[in-house]
């Protein structure tokens, strides 16, 4: 009967109480619910370190670091600007100078500093109920010139599947501007994303390696028409007869066998082989 009396009394107070305790998880965990994952400042990361230690996104992979922008949109506007584009490291272009977004005019001999790379701050912004894959990051520039002041907004949307990023131009208001860049790297705890940057310019430039493959292939491609054609205009040769050096090419087999069977059987006292002395 106490009870009863006292949660009368006191019912509204109650429903006042369960609503502020509840209403911040409304729309799910608090990983996901708008406002309540921000950005921790770090010196040795671009992007996002989730304040509750959940994830981290690392857009620093995307960025040049040899001083050039990595992103430009293709050519449009209504006097077919180009805006350059490099995250986390700035870059210098025509009249930019520590850029990190720049507008270049049709002729590229003008252009105008609409972000510089020592303003950028970075916010979460959590959309739904989607998940962390549903929201985005976003990076925001600043640039005081003379008479204007310019912000950048770039919105950094999480593609699992986009190994190469793309970036667009949303819309230009006023010396606002909105742009959009997918990329994988742009999904918290994305592997391969870390910090680094791009040296090279562009992603995914061929190893010193392949280039050697390329040139080796070349070379042997070069070699047999160089010699096909010798051997059919200069020797009359037809057939296999064709190939250059046909004789020592019949010969590499035996070779490579004898030089295993030595490899492999001299050391047993196997070996049968006999070569021929010289003097």
Not at 40 to 69: E, H, M, R, Y
Not at 88 to 100: I, L, Q, Y
Request: glycine content about 10%.
């Amino acid at each position: 009967m106490v009870a009863a009396m006292l949660f009368y009394r006191y019912q509204r107070a109650l429903c006042v109480v369960i609503v502020a305790v509840l209403w911040p998880w409304r729309e799910g965990p608090a990983l996901f619910a708008d406002g309540q994952v921000q950005c921790q400042a770090k010196t040795d990361v671009c992007g996002c370190v989730f304040d509750d230690g959940s994830g981290t996104i690392d857009v620093s992979s995307l960025a040049n670091t040899d001083g050039t922008p990595r992103f430009q949109t293709v050519p449009g506007g209504p006097h077919n600007e180009t805006y350059y584009y490099n995250p986390c490291t700035p870059f210098n272009k025509v009249t930019c100078s520590e850029a990190a977004v720049c507008v270049v005019n049709a002729n590229g001999e003008n252009a105008t500093q609409v972000g510089d790379a020592e303003t950028a701050t970075w916010i979460y912004q959590a959309q739904g109920q989607g998940g962390v894959n549903a929201s985005v990051l976003i990076a925001n520039y600043q640039h005081r010139g003379s008479d204007f002041i310019s912000q950048s907004f770039v919105k950094f949307v999480c593609d699992p599947s986009a190994s190469t990023p793309t970036f667009e131009l949303e819309n230009d208001d006023n010396n606002v501007y909105y742009f959009t860049l997918t990329s994988k790297c742009a999904c918290p705890n994305a592997a391969g994303c870390s910090s680094g940057g791009n040296t090279s310019g562009t992603e995914g430039q061929m190893s010193t390696g392949s280039y050697m493959l390329i040139l080796l292939f070349v070379a042997i491609f070069v070699y047999l028409a160089a010699g096909m054609v010798f051997n059919s205009t200069q020797r009359h040769a037809t057939g296999l007869e064709l190939v250059p050096n046909v004789t020592f090419w019949r010969a590499v087999p035996g070779y490579i066998k004898d030089g295993c069977m030595f490899a492999t059987c001299n050391v047993c006292g196997r070996w049968k082989g006999t070569y021929q002395e010289i003097n």
